[in-house]
Every structure is written in C-alpha cells, then in structure tokens.
C-alpha cells in the first residue's frame, strides 16, 4: 500500500501494546518511535503504552504518553498472554484507543482497528528453524509462526520492515487482506561516523592487527564460528587481523563459538568475545574497529547492519535475507555457511584500500535516510490512513 497525502482533519489517540517487548530491538523500537514523536506535526492526540516494569521506565515521559503498568506483564509467557487475549482489548475501549498497535506481532483479541508488525522471520524459515532441531526453541518458534499468521490475517494492517519480510509471510499466510506498507527502523544519530582515511594492510602488525568487528548474537544462524574459520586461514596467509565479537548468547551456539576459539585460537591471541555491551556504548566500539562484518542467514529488519554502516566501516555482509536489500551494492558479499567465501570477501576488502574507502563512503551515505524520525511520521500516517478507512467501512 502507497502511503497517502490526506490531510489530517482529527488527531488520533494510539494504544500500543507493550505485553511481549521484553528487550532487543523490539524495546529499541518503541523507545526509539516514542522519542521521535511529534504529536502536534503527526496527527497525534495522546499515546497509551501497556506493559512491564523494565518496558515502561525505559520511555520517555512526556506529556502525551499515558504509562499504564500492568503486573501480569512482569511475568511468565502464559499470564502475559492471557491478559493481553483477555483484557487488553477491554482497557484499550475505555481508553478511547482510535487504533490500537501491536508492534510484538501475535495479537488474539477483539479490538479493532488493529495495526501489528512482523518482527521475527525465523518462525516462517524452515530451514533456519530447522537449525535448532528437535528443541524447546523449535516448539516455541512453531507456535509463533502459527500465532503471529493469524495475527497477521486478522489484522486490520501488518506494517514489515523491509519487502524481504513480505515476501517470506506472505509466502506462508497467502493473501493478507488488511493493508500492509513496509516502514523501515531508523538510528540513532550517535551511530554515525564519517568513513575514516584506509590505509594499506602494510600498515598493521602484531601490536596494531586490523580489527573486524561482528555484533549479533551468538546463535545458530548467525555463524560466528564459520568467520572465525575464515579468519584463521587469511592470518595464517600473513594478515594481522583480529575478530571483536559482541552479543549475547543461544546456550548450545555458545559452546560451538567456544569449540571453535579452542580450535583456531587456543592462546586467546586475537578472538575477543564480550558478552554483554550496553546499547548505549556500542557506538564506541564501532568507532574502534577497521571493517564490518555481518554474517547472519535470517533476518527481518537488521538494525546491526544499519549501525555498521553509519558508522563509516567497509562491510563485508551474508548475500541471505534482506542484506542485500539494505547494503545494496555498497558491500561485499558471502555465503555464510562457507568459510572460504567469507575469507574471499574479507581478502577483497582488505587488499584493496581504495574498495574499502568507496564502499565504507556509499553505505555511510546509505544510512542517512534510516532516521527515527521518517519511521515515526510513516508509522502514525499509515495508522490515520487505517482508522480513516476503516471507519469509511463502519
């Protein structure tokens, strides 16, 4: 769906539900579209966000934003579902909610108009899922390809992050008959830095190796232990190089990660693995590294790119999911799942310090046009337009 260029004749009051956002880039999300609301400019009456203690007190407090803490959503799965099925579409009437936003995805209540989001592709991947076999991880993903389907079915509008997204859900629900749009997530300005001076690989030594940085999380998808693979065959080449990874962790990926470290890198000689970084810091650590990678095979919406790219680093990225879509053809690009793919990729960059300038110059530019902002004024224009046309049905 196209976006329209109505005017606005009345300021529309917004619910969000909140149940599910526990952390990662859902919260990042929401704070995030909150923080660059502009309620006067976008059409916005007052917002009303249900959730968690950890949610809540990571918001803004504004004004307009009305903070209702619900104590079913500080705990378990199954008592945070049972109020949002039972008591969410209840509370979201008497708050006189225009259109009540489910950015979390799995919605089964009676509320209407309802606007949700695909966030998660693994459950509707096959064979991303398959990865994690017969498993509890498996179980859970299934149920929410079979939750967030009917959500998104039911939905009076499903916004995706990026057209990969479409594609993949669609492929599974068939025809979804509410309307849809994509509106991709922005930066934060914090990550931007101009691409630096690249110099020659000459100029790095054992004291000052070249520093490739990977953040994601440590998870069967995402191949931490394939680059190091990679790694380890272009040092013993004769490259100074050394691997930054930062993410938490998928307990059964994390002992692959620490298997292939005792491996190639027993003396602790250049793989770095920190676990835990505040979001608030990870700038900092982009800013101190020579290249960006990002090997992942399943993604939505990768906000981990986004924030290498605006941080002015050459890039060398997974040719899976919406990479392409997002880096264009400002990277380097790979088959995760072969290392010596990766280690191609990586060699080309490296050798080549006017590649790594032209291309680190052409994602940076790339970023600019991923701001909060944009996100939030297409998010509250695409919720006009469905409450607009959904009361035109009533």
């Known amino acids: 769906m196209k976006l329209s260029n109505v005017t606005i004749k009345k300021n529309i009051k917004v619910g969000i539900d909140a149940a599910n956002l526990r952390g990662g880039g859902g919260v990042t999300h929401l704070v995030e579209l909150l923080r660059a609301t502009e309620p006067d400019v976008m059409g916005i009456e007052g917002i009303i966000v249900w959730g968690g203690t950890v949610t809540l007190n990571l918001i803004d407090d504004r004004p307009w934003i009305k903070k209702c803490f619900i104590a079913e959503l500080d705990r378990g799965l199954l008592r945070r579902t049972i109020w949002q099925r039972f008591s969410l579409s209840k509370v979201a009437r008497q708050e006189n909610c225009d259109v009540l936003f489910v950015p979390g995805g799995s919605y089964a209540g009676s509320f209407s108009p309802m606007v949700t989001m695909s966030r998660n592709l693994l459950p509707f991947e096959t064979k991303e899922l398959g990865r994690y076999g017969l498993s509890f991880s498996t179980i859970k993903l299934l149920i929410l390809r079979c939750t967030q389907s009917y959500s998104y079915k039911h939905a009076q509008a499903v916004i995706f992050l990026t057209k990969y997204a479409f594609k993949v ?161 400002a990277g380097v690009y790979f088959d995760p799942e072969k290392p010596s793919e990766i280690a191609r990729a990586l060699s080309e960059l490296i050798n080549s310090p006017h590649l790594r300038a032209d291309l680190s110059k052409a994602s940076y530019d790339c970023a600019i046009k991923y701001s909060w902002h944009l996100c939030a004024r297409k998010t509250y224009q695409f919720m006009i337009d469905v409450t607009q046309g959904y009361k035109g049905t009533t």
């Open 169 to 329: 859900v669609s492929n599974w629900t068939g025809t979804i008959k509410g309307l849809t749009c994509v509106i991709p997530h922005g930066l934060n300005p914090r990550f931007f830095n101009p691409p630096k001076l690249q110099r020659h690989i000459s100029n790095y030594g054992i004291a000052n190796p070249y520093r490739i940085i990977y953040v994601s999380t440590i998870d069967q998808y995402k191949h931490q232990w394939h680059v190091i693979e990679a790694i380890d065959s272009l040092r013993k080449s004769g490259m100074h190089i050394a691997l930054d990874l930062i993410g938490s962790y998928y307990p059964p990926a994390l002992k692959r990660l620490k298997s292939s470290i005792a491996q190639y890198d027993p003396q602790g000689n250049w793989v770095s693995y920190l676990e835990s970084v505040p979001f608030n810091d990870l700038h900092s650590y982009y800013s101190h590294a020579d290249l960006g990678l990002f090997a992942s095979s399943c993604e939505n919406m990768p906000n981990i790119l986004l924030e290498t790219m605006a941080s002015g680093l050459p890039i060398a990225a997974s040719n899976r999911g919406p990479m392409p879509e997002i880096l264009g053809s």
